[in-house]
């Protein structure tokens, strides 16, 4: 809209303009009709410009929480884990075929996310298994190191697999990103949610890095 505007804008004193350099040229002289010459081109520049304007399409805004109950994951790109040093873990293995309770979380080693949502997790993991889960999994815009120190002090047992997304592939894939500013950018929205077979059946989603309960590994075990 603010380019058609300023092209109109812009059109409207051309057209003034030719209008003056037509009686220019009916008094006669050269230089007054390459003027106008100079000043159709100019209004065919104009008009071309502004169609275009007209029909540009409007360029999408920051993409907040958007997966629900009944899409299915991205099963295309790769976390990377830890194994004897820093590894791709590919999103089809983790997913396919597998039934999976997935959460997500601003940030490893941040107060909330250590103190409150990955705890139950942990705690409550074989509950989960006694449910038929194959795998728990905890989804952070990290790199690879910092989920596997976080593990190693949380989880020394290894009861949750840390996906680190460190670029935000897969979380912006999924419509689960939300940008933090100045904290780190592009985070992953507080989440998480039952996966079968690549498909979510259950889903609670947080209003970006807030934990209200909706997150908690109790609310995925009702879900079950």
Known sequence: MK???LVLSFLSAASAFSAQSRLLSARG???????LAVV??????????????????????????????GDSLPMTGEFMVIDSGPKP??????????????FGLPGAMTPTCSEKQLPGFISQAAAFKAKGVDTIACL???????????????DPSGAVLMLA?????????????????NFGGVRC???????????????GLEKGGAFDGASSAESMLKAL
Not at 29 to 35: N, T, W
Not at 41 to 63: E, N
Not at 89 to 102: C, I, Q, R
């Open 29 to 35: 002289g050269a230089s007054s009709a390459r003027m």
């Open 89 to 102: 873990l590919p999103a089809k293995d983790v997913f396919a075929g597998k039934k999976v309770v997935l």
């Open 165 to 181: 997304d460190g670029g935000a592939a897969f979380t912006k894939a999924a419509g689960l990103s939300f940008d933090t500013g």
């Open 3 to 5: 380019c058609a505007a």
């Open 140 to 154: 952070s815009v990290n790199d690879p190191f910092v989920m596997a120190a976080w593990s190693k002090d949380k």
């Open 189 to 203: 929205v507080r989440c998480a949610m039952v996966v079968e077979d690549g498909k979510v059946t259950a889903l």
């Open 40 to 69: 159709r081109a100019l209004l065919c520049a104009c008009l071309a410009l502004a169609r275009g304007c007209a029909h540009a399409p409007t360029p999408p805004g920051p993409r907040g929480p958007a997966r629900s109950q």
